[in-house]
């Protein structure tokens, strides 16, 4: 490694925050990962259209979506609202 890449190495260790988390983010971060963990839980079809619905940066329309899954566009309303029971029975407890 070149003398340059270790001065950036210590650049950025200088600005390492080393303080806990506040409880607030903690809990968050904790239940984003809870969430995570119910989605894993469901079917493939069921991670799948989640993930297409909530987790896609650029948002699909239901035409894409029924596209990509080979469904129709009047299943995918049902079949989040099945999907997000599941997750729901999943989380219960845990949130």
């Keep these: 490694m070149t003398e340059g890449g270790d001065s950036e190495i210590e650049s950025l260790s ?4 080393n303080r806990p988390i506040p409880d ?5 971060l904790e239940q984003e990962q809870l969430v995570r963990e119910g989605i894993v839980s469901l079917s493939e079809r069921c991670q799948e259209l989640i993930t297409l619905l909530f987790y ?3 948002e699909s329309s239901y035409v894409e979506i029924a596209r990509r899954m080979n469904m129709p566009v009047s299943s995918i309303g049902p079949t989040r609202a099945r999907c997000l029971e599941k997750l729901k029975k999943a989380l219960e407890g845990k949130l």
């Design 14 to 17: 200088s600005i390492v925050d």
């Design 24 to 28: 607030a983010e903690r809990i968050a």
């Design 56 to 58: 896609k940066k650029e």
